[in-house]
């Protein structure tokens, strides 16, 4: 098992899995559910991490990863209600679930 995907934000870190899973890569997440138990803010080893199951692949998911992050670069677009940053994939605003209009 590999780890091939961390992001503080799980959001971005589902749907990073739900990227490499449609591609037919077995992958799981870890630390899911260890954010925010006891309020504090998280330190880096608990952020939500992306595994794949088979170290084969590995290099495979490595890339979807790196192009979905490259694409999302360019595509990234700006809620006009809160001003945040949202991921080109996402239809509604991750944090006020804003639509992108
Ligand atoms: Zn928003």
């Known amino acids: 098992m590999k780890k091939v995907y961390t992001n503080e934000i799980s959001l971005l870190v589902s749907n990073m899995k739900n990227i490499i899973e449609a591609q037919e890569i077995e992958v799981f997440i870890k630390n899911e559910y260890a954010q925010g138990a006891v309020g504090e ?12 199951v088979n170290d084969t692949d590995f290099n495979r998911a490595m890339e979807i990863v790196n192009s979905s992050q490259r694409s999302d670069n360019t595509l990234d677009w700006t809620c006009k209600n809160c001003a945040e940053e949202n991921d080109s994939s996402f239809e509604v605003c991750w944090k006020c679930q804003n639509e992108n209009t």
């Open 41 to 52: 803010v998280s330190a880096f080893d608990t952020w939500p991490e992306v595994w794949v």
